[in-house]
């Protein structure tokens, strides 16, 4: 599975952006796509993840209320809406998917393959 994450940009705070995240290869309806976030400096942080499916979503606290992931299964895309933008919102974007849908869907670990990241960045 190749993932490829786009949409990334430089918007103002209370904005809101759309990310996008391309996949070839064969996925299952028991795989699950996640978007993490990386700042400068810190530690890659879980947002949200889906079942390929659709069946379940799961947000980080964090950020509920802000922000809706999707997939479409037809086009083999994931997306990440984010609303209410924040300058702390400011990292490289990342989707990926877990082929086992066994592990903590919180935790990078669990993701077997990884799109190369997309960087938005929130000006106040």
């Known amino acids: 599975v190749q993932l490829q994450a786009s949409g990334g940009g430089l918007v103002q705070a209370g904005g809101s952006l759309t990310l996008s995240c391309a996949a070839s290869?064969?996925?299952?309806?028991?795989?699950?796509i996640g978007w993490f976030r990386q700042a400068p400096g810190l530690e890659r942080e879980f947002v949200a993840a889906?079942?390929?499916?659709?069946?379940?979503?799961f947000y980080a606290e964090s950020m509920k209320g802000r922000v809706t992931i999707s997939r479409n299964s037809v086009k083999k895309t994931g997306s990440l809406q984010i609303l209410s933008l924040k300058p702390e919102d400011t990292a490289v974007y990342y989707c990926?998917?877990?082929?086992?849908?066994?592990?903590?869907?919180?935790?990078?670990?669990?993701?077997?393959?990884w799109g190369q990241g997309t960087l938005v960045t929130v000006s106040s």
């Open positions: 889906i079942r390929w499916d659709g069946k379940h979503s």
């Open positions: 290869g064969r996925l299952f309806a028991s795989n699950r």
């Open positions: 990926a998917v877990d082929k086992d849908y066994g592990g903590d869907y919180r935790f990078a670990a669990n993701y077997d393959y």
